[in-house]
Antibody, heavy 123, light 112 residues
């Protein structure tokens, strides 16, 4: 069973770049045909989908963040990463990585989630 | 963006009650609607991952049978047939018909 674990700095200064990594265990990030997403949730609020990367490298992003966001993969480390530039306090949130449910190569909602990483934007 | 609107925002109920949460999409999301349960300090957990051609929610393997879903046009419901203590949590709907994927604002299910 695939498991996900987010890691990265918990504190980022305004205008700097937020960088988080999601380590995948129990499966290879690139051996199958999978989609890997990032989602965030400000404290006490709802969920916002940030974007996703396919195991072959293509990406989709939320247009509201597209100018500032980049998702990439490091197959040698079995990880995928999120970079969000020019952060403000509005980017303070719990950031989750997730994997879509794959049933016979049809892709559905997000089945496996990491435990979440809290990122605070503050000087 | 497709706006997902859940109602109610908060629901108070007792163990054993039958409860229904509604999620309305601002435009068609076809059958690509999911429901999640989230407990405080935890990641969301997927309950229902799509609507079947018969417009019934398809649960993830292992989800208790007391959780069920239906669809009618752009309105979706999640029903818990007999509330258990472990069910008191926040529930979110999510569409993945078109980008950007969007979530409802959540329904907090509280103990009465």
């Amino acid at each position: 069973q695939v498991q996900l674990q987010e890691s990265g700095p918990g504190l980022v200064k305004p205008s700097q770049t937020l960088s988080l990594t999601c380590t995948v265990s129990g499966g290879s990030i690139s051996s199958g045909y999978e989609y890997w997403s990032w989602i965030r949730q400000p404290a006490g609020k709802g969920l916002e989908w940030i974007g996703r990367i396919y195991s072959r490298g293509s990406t989709n992003y939320n247009p509201s963040l597209e100018r500032r966001v980049s998702i990439s993969m490091d197959t040698s480390k079995n990880q995928f990463s999120l970079r969000l530039s020019s952060v403000t306090d509005a980017d303070t949130a719990v950031y989750y990585c997730a994997k879509q449910l794959n049933v016979e190569e049809f892709y559905y909602a997000m089945e496996v989630w990491g435990q979440g990483a809290t990122v605070t934007v503050s000087s | 963006d497709i706006k997902m609107t859940q109602s109610p925002s908060t629901l108070s109920a007792s163990v054993g009650d039958r409860v229904t949460i509604t999620c309305r999409a601002s435009q068609s999301v076809s059958r690509w609607l999911a429901w999640y349960q989230q407990k405080p300090g935890k990641a969301p957990e997927l309950l229902i991952y799509k609507m079947s051609p018969e417009l019934v929610g398809v649960p993830l393997s292992g989800v208790p049978s007391r959780f069920s879903g239906t669809a009618s046009g752009t309105e979706f419901t999640l029903t818990i047939s007999s509330l258990q203590p472990d069910d008191f949590a926040t529930y979110f709907c999510q569409q993945y018909e078109s980008f950007p994927w969007t979530f409802g604002q959540g329904t907090k299910l509280e103990i009465k």
